[in-house]
């Protein structure tokens, strides 16, 4: 599944946007803070509307500012997971992971519970866990509502070097394994070279 995105946005005084044409695997954002880079994957998601262009995955057109159509978020399928974790505080993990689970996914809970290490966790409240284990709980959470495509914004940002090879490994076995379509942004070298088949540079 590919992503097809060419868009514009004007934010105050400010233009932003991006095109590229991606293939399987993981696509980086790559540039310095304030590019632009967590405006593009908003208009992706939809929760950004582009003054102008289009936004295609996997063949399926989402915006088309020419043709009129902006396919709600929802619709969208999008997993998206926040540099906050963005969490529900009243809920237990596994409640968490649970919210939102749609049906037809082919992922098996336990499955994924397994590759991302967070077995031990689904009794604990959210106000407990680390950095680290928030974000794999997030994206749990967001592979287990059904998603397309994933959408990752800085998800390695404030976690240390061994929190960041775990959150590493499980982008690592959705890239590889799961072989679902993701789009990511950093703003580190080192990550982009390491998770990204493609770099987009903004």
């Given amino acids: 599944m590919s992503f097809d995105v060419d868009v514009t946005r004007r934010l105050g005084d400010v233009q932003v946007g991006a095109t590229f044409d991606a293939g399987d695997g993981l696509t980086v954002l790559f540039g310095p803070s304030g590019a632009g880079k967590t405006s593009v994957l908003n208009m992706v998601a939809g929760l950004l509307r582009p003054d102008w262009g289009y936004v295609r995955v996997g063949g399926e057109t989402l915006f088309d500012a020419t043709a009129g159509i902006d396919v ?9 997971v926040f540099q906050e974790a963005r969490l529900f505080p009243h809920k237990r993990v596994r409640a ?15 499955d994924t519970v397994g590759f991302l290490g967070i077995g031990h966790l689904l009794d604990r409240w959210p106000r407990t866990l680390s950095g680290g284990e928030a ?3 997030a994206i749990g959470r967001a592979l287990l509502s059904g998603a397309r495509f994933l959408l990752l914004d800085e998800p390695l940002s404030s976690l ?15 890239r590889d394994v799961l072989k679902l379509p993701v789009l990511m942004v950093t703003h580190d070298p080192e990550e982009a070279e390491r998770l990204g088949n493609r770099i987009v540079r903004m």
């Fill in 72 to 80: 709600p978020p929802e619709r969208r399928r999008a997993g998206y």
């Fill in 96 to 110: 968490n992971l649970l919210y939102g689970r749609h049906e037809g996914t082919a992922l098996d809970v336990d």
């Fill in 135 to 137: 974000r794999r709980v």
């Fill in 160 to 174: 240390d070097r061994a929190r960041r090879e775990e959150i590493m490994r499980a982008i690592l076995h959705i």
